[in-house]
């Protein structure tokens, strides 16, 4: 139980010309530099979940990756006050896989930096029986957060950031041992 928790990252925007990766690799490298986590990502623009739901051999796939995390931080953006179709897809894609796991999420956009997605994706969160962690990482006026080579100033989002992975260490590590010890009755 002590070794490092496997820590899904899971990018949602899917957009062609999407301000995602620049996030996503910024957060990225910070997680990685954690040793309580085991880092992978699954970025929703290269995988093919069916938005009828239907089985499939990829969703199955997807579903195996789900179910080995131990945690989840979903880089989202703000479209129209939401969040992306895409990412309510990859949430309904799966069910049982989510259950007792926390999420943690880094959000951006324009002058709400992606908080209205947040604030909904909460409320979905729970639903599902995940653990919602407190701290949120969020980009105001995301085009003029990131350098050139993708660093950030953003003292505030640099600060959130490791709050919220110290968050979701503990309760990775205390869900995960609550899961092994008795089994979720969701």
Same mark, same amino acid.
């Given at each position: 139980m002590n070794s490092p928790l496997r820590l899904e990252v899971i990018v949602a925007s899917v957009r062609p010309q999407r301000l995602a990766p620049v996030v996503a690799d910024w957060f990225l490298r910070t997680a990685r530099a954690d040793p309580a986590f085991d880092v992978d990502v699954l970025d929703l623009a290269r995988w093919s979940l069916p938005v009828e739901l239907t089985e499939t051999p990829e969703v199955g796939a997807y579903r195996e990756r789900l179910s080995a995390a131990d945690a989840f931080v979903v *880089?989202?953006?703000e479209y129209n006050?939401?969040?992306p179709a895409a990412l309510k897809t990859a949430l309904d894609t799966a069910k049982h +896989?989510? !259950?007792a796991k926390p999420v943690?999420? *880094?959000s951006y956009g324009g002058l709400a930096g992606g908080? !209205? =997605?947040v604030e909904q994706l909460r409320q979905v969160v =729970? +639903?599902?029986h995940m653990v919602s962690i407190r701290e949120t990482v969020s980009f105001h006026q995301v085009k003029r !957060?990131?350098?050139a080579d993708g660093n950030t100033e953003d003292g505030a989002a640099v600060d959130?950031? =490791?709050r919220m992975l110290r968050q979701l260490a503990w309760w990775g590590r205390h869900l995960r041992a609550a899961r092994a010890a008795d089994p979720y009755p969701g």
């Open positions: *880089v989202t953006s006050h939401g969040y +896989e989510w !259950r943690g999420f *880094v908080l !209205r =997605a =729970a +639903e599902i !957060r990131f350098d959130a950031s =490791a």
